[in-house]
Each structure stands twice: as C-alpha cells, then as structure tokens.
C-alpha cells in the first residue's frame, strides 16, 4: 500500500461539476429508479477500530451490475437535448424514445473498462440508437458479453483504455456522439455531466445521513479517470465542515497521486494488470483534475489483495461487490492493518462512508476470490 498525504489539498474547492437535486429528479424519472441503501457494517467498523462504517451499496442501477447508468443517463440525456436543439416533454423512456425518434438513426460511441460502456449500450438500446464501444486488450470476456447483450458492437482494442478512449474519439460525426467519462481539449460538456450524473449517489447520501442524524468524518472513493472521485469532492468539499476525501487507485495506475504530487497531468505508459479494471486508467481526466488535487486529502495506492479482502469482507456480510467496487473499503482495511488509521484522522469515534460502486462484474474471478457465487452470498 502507498499511502500519501496531499499537500495541496485546500479548505474549500472551486468546482466546474453540479450536485443539484434536478438530476435526481430526471434519474427518478427514467424507469427502474431506486435509491441504493446506505448500509451500516458494524461488526467491520469494531474490526478495523472506527466507530461507523457505511456502505453506499451502488451495486445496482437500473438492472445494471454499477454506478454508471447515473453518469451515461444524464450525460446522453443532456447531448441529444443539444443536438435536438430542445428539451422534450416526456414522462417514461417510451416516450423519450418517442420524442427523440426523428433523430434517428443516430450511434453512441464510448470506450470502457466495461461498467461505462455497458451503460452507454443499455440507453442506447432503450432509446432505439445504436452503439459502438471500444475496450482495451485483456478485457474479460464476461464484461464483452455484457455490453453486447445490450445490442452493442464491441471492439477489442491493442492497447490500454486510454488508447481505446483516443480511437472511440475519432468516431464522432453527424450521426454518432460520442459518451466520454473524461475529457480532452474541446471536449468537455459530455464528461462534465458524467460527472454531474454521479451525484445523484451524493444527493441520495445526503439524505440518507440526515435521516441518521450523522456527518461522516471521511469518505473513500476509488478512482479511474476521476469523474467519480470529482462528484464526491464537489459535494462533499463545496460545504463548511466537511469530511476528510481519500482517494484511491490501484498502485501501479496510480495517475491521480502521479499529477497532484507534481501538479501537472502525467501520461502512466501500462499495461496495467490490476484486477480492479475499472481504475486501470494512465491519465486523469483534465476536467477532474483540479478539482481532485485541490479536494483529496489523502491519496492511497493498493493491490489487488487488499481489494480481494474488501471483496471478502462484503460477502461475509451479505453484499456482492466486485474487484473496482471493492477498493474503497480495500484501502480503508489497508490503512487499518498498517496501523496508520490515526495518520488520516481516523479513530474509535470516527464515521466513514465507503462507496460500494459494482457488483460482481466478472463472475469468475469473483467465485476464485470469495470462494462462493454471489447468489451463494446474497443467500438466494
Ligand atoms: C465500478 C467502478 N467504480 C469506480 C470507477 C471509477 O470511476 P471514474 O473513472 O469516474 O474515476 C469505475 C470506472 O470505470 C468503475 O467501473
């Protein structure tokens, strides 16, 4: 484990991303919303020697294995809009489908790690578009198959997500937007409202926590690009007292600690071999970036070990998570084992939020790690 303090890190953050509640709104809209539990582990928080430890169980959207639905809906939503040059009337996806029939046909063209590019696919077939995605060599076949039972094309690319991102990129034309997570130079209202679709989860804990009259002293989320870690930054570091942010990465593609610590964007060469594929990302996102550097506290690096133990940990408390959806609480049992939990604040008193963001999106590995199918853990 790399644990690093960020010396950067300022009081309150200026932050380009929205955390405002109409996005909740429109999610409550699309069909199948539900908010995802706050779950309380008591027996893993008396373990590690904290007081509280809560799950933000984001292992389902929409009927899909992650987060990510909330950050592709909105993003999609927001660039049809624009190309429609005007927001329809509609109620249901049937009739937003409807609204939006006369710009047909029409692609959505992403690159993913899986869980983005499976989201992409899911609007795409429920809208009546099309969709290509790209994704890197190494991808497991169970994440391939996914994205195409949503209709989807799926090409494998000979080179890491950045590189799948650079070709999804030239793919953009009169009748294909292209869905990107992170950003380049000119391109920068999509990711942003990734982003700002990912703070539904905010919204919804916000609540939550007012419901259980407590503030959290610290919040762990993992990141890739850092569109993610960035929601969870501007809604957390945009308010007075807030929680210390720890971020987390995989310790080899580790390009958010690599940036802030020489404050500058770094390119990591790869192949990145890290089971939490998700994370597996060379360069942050632009648009995420000072918003993460002037907003993570803390910066850990971890292996698939301690996420394998996350997984562990979920499953003897009846929740499936997956490798990337693991590695929030993968650092915090790291940080804990290391005894250097009082080194980031924490102690007997303290509240953490862990954000629980996937399922188990690659079945074998999942049964290898914990020893059971996830069926088995849920006790179905
Ligand atoms: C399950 C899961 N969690 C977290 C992340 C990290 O999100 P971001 O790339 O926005 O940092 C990803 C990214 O693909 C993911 O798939």
């Given at each position: 484990m790399?644990?690093k303090?960020?010396?950067r890190?300022?009081?309150?953050v200026?932050?380009?991303?929205?955390s405002?509640?109409?996005?909740?709104?429109?999610?409550?809209?699309?069909?199948?919303?539900?908010t995802?539990?706050?779950?309380?582990?008591?027996r893993?928080?008396?373990?590690?020697?904290i007081?509280?430890?809560?799950?933000?169980?984001?292992?389902e959207?929409y009927?899909?294995?992650?987060?990510?639905?909330?950050?592709?809906?909105?993003?999609?939503?927001?660039?049809?809009?624009d190309?429609?040059?005007?927001?329809?009337?509609w109620?249901?996806f049937?009739?937003?489908?409807?609204?939006?029939a006369p710009?047909l046909p029409?692609?959505?063209?992403?690159a993913?790690?899986?869980?983005?590019?499976?989201?992409?696919?899911?609007?795409?077939?429920?809208m009546?578009?099309?969709a290509?995605?790209?994704?890197?060599?190494?991808?497991?076949d169970?994440?391939?198959?996914?994205?195409?039972?949503?209709?989807?094309?799926?090409t494998v690319?000979?080179?890491?997500?950045?590189?799948?991102?650079?070709?999804?990129?030239?793919?953009a034309?009169?009748h294909?937007?292209?869905?990107?997570d992170?950003?380049?130079?000119?391109?920068?209202d999509?990711?942003?409202?990734?982003?700002?679709?990912?703070?539904?989860?905010?919204?919804?804990?916000?609540?939550?926590?007012?419901?259980?009259?407590?503030?959290?002293?610290?919040?762990?989320?993992?990141?890739?690009?850092?569109?993610?870690?960035?929601?969870?930054?501007?809604?957390?570091?945009?308010?007075?007292?807030?929680?210390t942010?720890?971020?987390v990465?995989?310790?080899?593609?580790?390009?958010?600690?690599?940036?802030?610590?020489?404050?500058?964007i770094v390119?990591?060469?790869g192949?990145f071999?890290?089971?939490m594929?998700?994370?597996n990302?060379?360069?942050?996102?632009?648009l995420?970036?000072?918003?993460?550097r002037?907003?993570?506290?803390?910066m850990?690096?971890?292996?698939?070990?301690?996420?394998?133990?996350?997984?562990?940990?979920?499953?003897?408390?009846?929740l499936?998570s997956?490798?990337?959806?693991?590695?929030?609480?993968g650092?915090?049992?790291?940080?804990?084992?290391?005894?250097?939990?009082?080194?980031?604040?924490?102690?007997?008193d303290?509240t953490?939020?862990?954000?629980n963001?996937?399922?188990?999106t690659?079945?074998?590995n999942?049964?290898?790690?914990?020893?059971?199918?996830p069926?088995?853990?849920?006790?179905?």
């Open positions: 790399i644990l303090r960020n010396e890190v300022l009081e309150q200026d932050s380009p991303f929205e405002d509640p109409r996005i909740l709104e429109f999610h409550k809209r699309l069909d199948g919303y539900a995802t539990d706050l779950v309380d582990l008591p893993v928080a008396s373990e590690i020697g007081g509280r430890l809560l799950v933000k169980h984001e292992a959207r009927g899909l294995p992650a987060f990510k639905m909330l950050g592709a809906s909105w993003a999609i939503y927001r660039a049809v809009c190309l429609a040059g005007q927001e329809p009337v109620d249901t049937d009739e937003l489908a409807a609204a939006w710009l029409l692609r959505l063209a992403a993913t790690d899986g869980n983005h590019g499976r989201a992409v696919a899911s609007m795409a077939r429920r009546g578009f099309s290509s995605i790209w994704v890197p060599i190494g991808t497991a169970a994440r391939i198959a996914s994205i195409e039972s949503e209709g989807a094309t799926v690319v000979d080179g890491t997500y950045d590189d799948a991102v650079a070709i999804s990129a030239l793919e034309d009169d294909t937007l292209v869905i990107s992170t950003s380049w130079e000119g391109y920068e999509v990711p942003t409202w990734v982003a700002d679709g990912y703070s539904t989860i905010m919204t919804e804990i916000g609540v939550q926590l007012a419901e259980l009259g407590v503030e959290p002293d610290a919040v762990f989320v993992q990141l890739g690009v850092g569109a993610l870690g960035a929601a969870v930054v501007t809604y957390f570091k945009t308010r007075p007292d807030s929680p942010i720890v971020g990465e995989p310790s080899d593609a580790n390009c958010v600690m690599a940036a802030v610590e020489v404050n500058e390119t990591l060469p192949p071999v890290s089971h594929v998700g994370l990302c060379g360069t942050v996102s632009p995420a970036f000072p918003v993460l002037d907003g993570l506290d803390w850990v690096g971890i292996d698939d070990e301690d996420a394998y133990e996350a997984m562990r940990t979920y499953a003897a408390n009846g499936v997956g490798e990337t959806g693991s590695s929030g609480l650092a915090l049992l790291a940080i804990a084992r290391a005894g250097k939990l009082a080194d980031v604040g924490l102690g007997p303290s953490v939020i862990v954000i963001t996937e399922s188990a690659d079945p074998e999942y049964l290898r790690v914990v020893g059971k199918t069926e088995e853990v849920i006790g179905l």
